[in-house]
């Protein structure tokens, strides 16, 4: 069990930066793959970022890959999701996840059991 508390979100401008974190409880952070996803009006939750337990390996929707870093720390049970250079494409509430999943990370969002409440970024043209 995990619970996650999102926080960073905010508007912008384009072209502007915004750090997102999510602080997990529990004394079993590390055990889970985490992700960072987004989910736009009238659109489907979409992957963004997903992160491996010791944070090794990592992956990223082809659109965040140069823009986007997602890293986390096992010692404070946060992940984090750095924004760079945003775009109104990228205005969404953000939602973090952690997966009990053998892969080293997932994409997708049926293999994450857990959720945070979500945090709204927009971005501004």
């Known amino acids: 069990q995990v619970q996650l508390v999102e926080n960073g979100g905010g508007l912008v401008q384009t072209g502007g930066s915004l750090r997102l974190s999510c602080v997990a409880s529990?004394?079993?952070?590390?055990?889970?793959?985490m992700g960072w996803f987004r989910q736009a009006p009238g659109k489907e939750r979409e992957f963004v970022a997903a992160i491996s337990r010791s944070g090794v390996s990592s992956g990223y929707r082809d659109s965040a890959k140069a823009r986007f870093t997602i890293s986390r720390d096992n010692a404070n049970n946060t992940v984090y999701l750095q924004m760079n250079s945003l775009k109104p494409e990228d205005t969404a509430v953000y939602y973090c996840?952690?997966?009990?999943?053998?892969?080293?990370?997932?994409?997708?969002?049926?293999?994450?059991?857990?959720w945070g409440q979500g945090t709204q970024v927009t971005v501004s043209s």
């Open positions: 529990g004394r079993t952070f590390s055990m889970y793959a």
């Open positions: 996840a952690a997966a009990q999943t053998w892969r080293r990370y997932s994409t997708n969002r049926d293999e994450y059991g857990y």
